[in-house]
T-cell receptor
Framework: GAVVSQHPSRVICKSGTSVKIECRSL??????MFWYRQFPKQSLMLMAT?????????EQGVEKDKFLINHASLTLSTLTVTSAHPEDSSFYIC???????????FGSGTQLSVL | AQSVTQLDSHVSVSEGTPVLLRCNYS??????LFWYVQHPNKGLQLLLK??????LVKGINGFEAEFKKSETSFHLTKPSAHMSDAAEYFC????????????FGQGTELSVKP
C-alpha cells in the first residue's frame, strides 16, 4: 500500500528556535498534502492545505507566518514552525492525497515539544 | 456546513463483548464518511469509508458501520472486542467537492478490559 513518511517522529527544541517537519509520499505523487495539529486527548484540526507549486491555503486562525509550508515537489511537503514557543507543542500529522481516486494516506505524526 | 459529532468521549468494554462507537453527522450534501483509528503517538489508519454505495460498510479488523440517513448517523460496531482494539477512534466527514479535506469528530477513546 501507499506509504507516507513523516520525519522526525519526535523533536524537542528550545523556545525561539525553528523546527522543520517533512512529509514524503514514498511511492506516489501527491499534488495535495494536508497538515493537521492535534492537542493531547483532542481531535485533529486541519491547519492548511499544501499544493505543489503554489502557496498553501491556511485555515482560519492559523498563522501563515508562524507555520511555513513548502510543497516544492510532488513527493515532499514541509512544515516549518518558526520561532517556536511552548504553546506550539503539539502532535502534527500530515496526509497526502493520491490520484484521481482521492485516497488519503497519513504520516505517522511528529510530536513537537518546545521547552 | 458539514460536521460530525461523536457522542461518547470514552467507551469501555470487556474483551469479547460488542463495541459500539456513536457518530452523528451534519451535511447539506450526501456525505462521504470515514472512521479512522489512532494508536498512541501514531498516525491514522483508515478503518472504513462510506461513499454512497452500500449503507452497511465493512472495514478492517472486523469493524463495520451503517449509514442511516434518517438518523444522520454512522455508528461503528464490532461484534467482539479484542485487547488490540484499544485506541482512539475518529469519525470523519469529507468536505463536499474539496477532495481530501477532512473534518474530524472529537474522538472516542476505546478501552478494552481483560
Amino acid at each position: 500500500g501507499a506509504v507516507v513518511s513523516q520525519h522526525p517522529s519526535r523533536v524537542i527544541c528550545k523556545s525561539g528556535t525553528s523546527v522543520k517537519i517533512e512529509c514524503r509520499s514514498l511511492d506516489f505523487q501527491a499534488t495535495t498534502m494536508f497538515w493537521y495539529r492535534q492537542f493531547p486527548k483532542q481531535s485533529l484540526m486541519l491547519m492548511a492545505t499544501s499544493n505543489e507549486g503554489s502557496k498553501a491555503t491556511y485555515e482560519q486562525g492559523v498563522e501563515k507566518d508562524k507555520f511555513l509550508i513548502n510543497h516544492a515537489s510532488l513527493t515532499l511537503s514541509t512544515l516549518t514552525v518558526t520561532s517556536a514557543h511552548p504553546e506550539d507543542s503539539s502532535f502534527y500529522i500530515c496526509s497526502a492525497l493520491r490520484g484521481l481516486e482521492e485516497k488519503l494516506f497519513f504520516g505517522s505524526g511528529t510530536q513537537l515539544s518546545v521547552l | 456546513a458539514q460536521s460530525v459529532t461523536q457522542l461518547d468521549s470514552h467507551v469501555s468494554v470487556s474483551e469479547g463483548t460488542p463495541v459500539l462507537l456513536r457518530c452523528n453527522y451534519s451535511s447539506s450534501y450526501s456525505p462521504s464518511l470515514f472512521w479512522y483509528v489512532q494508536h498512541p503517538n501514531k498516525g491514522l489508519q483508515l478503518l472504513l469509508k462510506y461513499t454512497s454505495a452500500a449503507t452497511l460498510v465493512k472495514g478492517i479488523n472486523g469493524f463495520e458501520a451503517e449509514f442511516k440517513k434518517s438518523e444522520t448517523s454512522f455508528h461503528l460496531t464490532k461484534p467482539s472486542a479484542h485487547m488490540s482494539d484499544a485506541a482512539e477512534y475518529f469519525c470523519v466527514v469529507s468536505l463536499y467537492n474539496q477532495g481530501g479535506k477532512l473534518i474530524f469528530g472529537q474522538g472516542t477513546e476505546l478501552s478494552v478490559k481483560p
